[in-house]
């Protein structure tokens, strides 16, 4: 327990998971400003085929922008941002540990298992966390978009089960990635080797099972973060 709490106030003393979190929070509100935005241009477009046929689907992406629609679309936001900023803190935090040279004082006080079994606890955690912020944020667009294009913002009586189960799923999908990026960071001693394992694997995941996030993180890409 004394390793975890460790674990745990060193991690709120760092900047980068407050960064994290608020980056997580911009991305997801800026995904729905940006989606809100190209309604008009949409709108145009549809109004525009004879028998105004594209209606259809201005009609769809006004709906998946609602409240009620927060746990279903939000999760595959949240899915492939918060895989790379976990990925980011995990990869991180370890290659610190090199850096700062605080391995050789903490293992020995207590114990490589403990240690390691401390740190992806706080890990994790810090992925429940970056997760819910993700949700959070994806209600607060919801709702700044349903008061400036004056949508529904009803949401039907189960609204809350789907929102925890979502939350659950999506911190769920994350979990495996965090222990890759760990390993790899430790194996390799470095930063950046942590991080693009895991990426390139969340990528082909995502191109395995036709993943629908838009943010469908490219290992080729994302070097710079």
């Not at 709906?63 to 629609?69: G, P, S, V």
Request: charged share 10%; aromatic share 8%; hydrophobic share 50%.
């Amino acid at each position: 327990m004394n390793g975890l709490r460790s674990e745990l106030y060193r991690l709120a003393r760092r900047p980068m998971p407050w960064v994290l979190l608020g980056l997580i929070a911009l991305l997801i509100i800026a995904l729905y400003g940006l989606l809100f935005a190209s309604i008009g241009a949409q709108e145009q477009a549809a109004n525009a085929q004879p028998g105004g046929s594209g209606q259809q689907g201005v009609e769809s992406l006004k709906r998946i922008l609602m409240l009620r629609a927060v746990p279903e679309f939000t999760a595959g936001l949240a899915q492939a941002i918060a895989v790379v900023l976990g990925v980011i803190l995990v990869s991180s935090s370890i290659g610190t540990e090199y850096a700062w040279g605080t391995l050789r004082t903490m293992i020995p006080r207590t114990g490589r298992r403990r240690f390691i079994g401390a740190k992806l606890l706080s890990l994790a955690g810090f992925a429940f966390l970056l997760t819910l912020v993700a949700f959070l944020a994806g209600i607060l667009g919801a709702l700044a978009i349903s008061a400036l294009g004056g949508f529904d913002r009803s949401v039907d009586p189960g609204f809350l089960a789907r929102l925890a189960g979502a939350i659950g799923r999506t911190w769920f999908v994350e979990l495996p990635f965090l222990p890759l990026a760990f390993g790899t960071a430790v194996w390799t001693r470095s930063t950046p080797a942590g991080r693009a394992p895991t990426r390139l694997v969340f990528s082909l995941v995502c191109a395995g099972t036709g993943h629908p996030a838009p943010p469908c993180p490219n290992p080729a890409g994302s070097g710079s973060g």
